[in-house]
């Protein structure tokens, strides 16, 4: 990244370097798409990668975490919105990526956020959902699990892996000394024999 650039980038925003590749940066989600088209206009980080979403429950924000990358693909630059978890509502990138269609029709189905400019916010793979989205940590997982699945017969007396193994090691053991002794034995007879 030249010097230039990256001072361009930090007179107008506040940037932390997280490691030799990874910058980050935190932005208003009412200035997403601005700040996202002034980065793609005024740096070399020119590609929407990723968009990742941490639910922050404690606080009731989601942490939105957009992933710009530049073209040689050395470096990286994290773009993170804060969004309240009970409106979360965001301005597309789509009119900017090609891609992030399915970035935000995965966190719309996976976290239930809503990216306003996206008209394909339809199932995606999660054909027919109406619960909870599954990736809020308010999702009871176990509770889905034992409310809408049946678990196959002959599992009741499922063995513990290790326990077993360590047993039949045992036995084959014994098996292999027993089978020593007797072979020290007939070897003894032998010698005796003679």
């Not at 990723?50 to 710009?68: H, K, R, T």
């Not at 400019?117 to 909870?132: A, C, K, P, Q, S």
Request: glycine letters at 6%.
């Amino acid at each position: 990244m030249s010097e230039p650039v990256m001072k361009d980038l930090q007179t107008k925003y506040t940037i932390v370097e997280k490691n030799e590749r990874l910058l980050k940066m935190g932005a208003k989600k009412e200035e997403l798409v601005d700040t996202i088209l002034y980065i793609g206009s005024n740096s070399e980080f020119m590609t929407l990668s990723m968009i990742a979403c941490a639910d922050w429950i404690e606080d009731g924000v989601f942490a939105l975490n957009y992933l710009l990358t530049t073209e040689m693909r050395d470096k990286n630059l994290m773009v993170e919105v804060m969004v309240d978890r009970e409106d979360a509502l965001l301005p597309s990138l789509l009119t900017l990526f090609p891609q992030a269609e399915v970035m935000e029709r995965d966190l719309h189905e996976m976290f239930g956020i809503e990216f306003s400019g996206n008209d394909t916010l339809y199932d995606f793979v999660l054909e027919g959902w109406n619960d909870t989205p599954p990736l809020r940590r308010d999702f009871d997982t176990l509770a889905y699990v034992n409310e809408h699945h049946t678990f196959r017969g002959g599992r009741d007396d499922n063995k513990d892996v290790k326990a077993e193994m360590k047993r039949r090691r045992a036995e084959a053991k014994k098996l292999k000394e027993a089978q020593a002794a007797a072979a020290k034995e007939a070897q003894d007879g032998e010698q005796d024999g003679k």
